[in-house]
């Protein structure tokens, strides 16, 4: 059984602070990672991608993998009260599949004013 | 930006009763999959449809599940004879090749 966990929080960061979100999968064969966010009430909302040991930054956000170690990572850096939300890691399957995502439960993330 | 479009955003029907949740994939993508979200859970795969045909489903995608894209432009989940535990949101996903997925902004299904 193919496994994506994280902390599920509540991650309480003040506004301005930098924001981190981890995630570890047990598929060694994995390629693929995503996050995405989550309002309440509301679906998933791509916001990184990343398939390649290291870091990738996009505006305040920063992925990072380590496939060694089986660890994905989100920064949210100087966070805002927007970035409020349940932060989902996905993992894409693997060995066959048509590509469907594996998602850990999320964490909570709050930004106090 | 293209969206995926799902309909309709509330769905509330009497148990035993069939439902049919539609999908408009982003027009040039080819793939696209079927995820649910029962309230406080995690999402769950359902089922990947590429080609016009299933591609892989999951243990949850039993006999009372079946999906279609009868016309072309729909993509739709249809489940044959709802439970209780049927209740959940119920999200559409589609991809182009080798590119990430996007999502519907869900239809909620409410089982009485």
């Known amino acids: 059984q193919k496994e994506v966990e994280q902390n599920s929080g509540p991650l309480s960061v003040p506004e301005g602070a930098i924001a981190s979100l981890n995630c570890t999968y047990s598929?060694?064969?994995?390629?693929?990672f995503f996050w995405y966010r989550q309002y309440s009430g509301k679906s998933p909302e791509l916001i990184m991608s990343?398939?390649?040991?290291g870091d990738k930054e996009d505006g305040r956000f920063t992925a990072q993998l380590n496939k060694a170690s089986q660890y994905v990572s989100l920064l949210i850096r100087d966070s805002q009260p927007s970035d409020s939300a349940t932060y989902l890691c996905?993992?894409?399957?693997?060995?066959?599949?048509?590509?469907?995502?594996?998602f850990g439960k999320g964490t909570k993330l709050s930004v106090k004013p | 930006e293209p969206e995926v479009t799902q309909t309709p955003s509330h769905q509330v029907t009497q148990m035993g009763q069939e439902v049919i949740l539609r999908c408009v994939p982003i027009?040039?993508?080819?793939?696209f999959y079927w995820y649910r979200q029962i309230l406080g859970q995690k999402v769950e795969f359902l089922v990947s449809?590429?080609?016009?045909?299933?591609?892989?489903k999951s243990e949850i995608f039993d006999d009372q599940f079946s999906v279609e894209r009868p016309d072309g432009s729909n993509f739709t989940l249809k489940i044959r004879s709802t439970k209780l535990e049927d209740s959940a949101m119920y999200f559409c996903?589609?991809?182009?090749?080798?590119?990430?997925?996007?999502f519907g902004d869900g239809t909620r299904l409410s089982i009485l």
């Open positions: 996905a993992v894409k399957g693997e060995g066959g599949s048509q590509g469907n995502l594996i």
């Open positions: 449809f590429y080609n016009n045909e299933i591609s892989e």
């Open positions: 598929d060694r064969g994995s390629q693929s």
């Open positions: 027009s040039n993508h080819l793939y």
């Open positions: 990343i398939y390649s040991n």
């Open positions: 996903a589609t991809r182009d090749s080798n590119q990430p997925q996007h």
